[in-house]
Nanobody, 124 residues
């Protein structure tokens, strides 16, 4: 079992930046592939970014590629999402998720544990 707690959300103007953090507790953090998903108003949850257990590989949704960067610090049991050049369409609740096993996936159903989410609002 692992518990995930997101932080760093807030209100920002278009073009601005935010860094989200997700702190994990419980079993060995480095055993999990980690990802960020988001759910905007009236939308389904969508994949944003994922990172492998040792940060060797990372994957991004096309909509955030170049603007967002996922990283992790296994010594601190934390995964980050640096978000630059934010747009109003990035407004959503952002969720951190953890998946056991060797694969790093974009599929929400593959993730075993989820945080409670943090709100990001981008004003135009």
């Amino acid at each position: 079992q692992v518990q995930l707690v997101e932080s760093g959300g807030g209100l920002v103007q278009a073009g601005g930046s935010l860094r989200l953090s997700c702190a994990a507790s419980g079993r060995t953090f480095s055993s999990y592939a980690m990802a960020w998903f988001r759910q905007g108003p009236g939308k389904e949850r969508e994949f944003v970014a994922a990172i492998s257990r040792r940060a060797i590989k990372s994957y991004y949704a096309d909509s955030v590629k170049v603007r967002f960067t996922i990283s992790r610090d296994n010594a601190k049991n934390t995964v980050y999402l640096q978000m630059n050049s934010l747009k109003p369409e990035d407004t959503a609740v952002y969720y951190c998720a953890a998946a056991e096993g060797p694969l790093t996936t974009r599929q929400a159903y593959e993730y075993d544990f989820w945080g409670q989410g943090t709100q990001v609002t981008v004003s135009s």
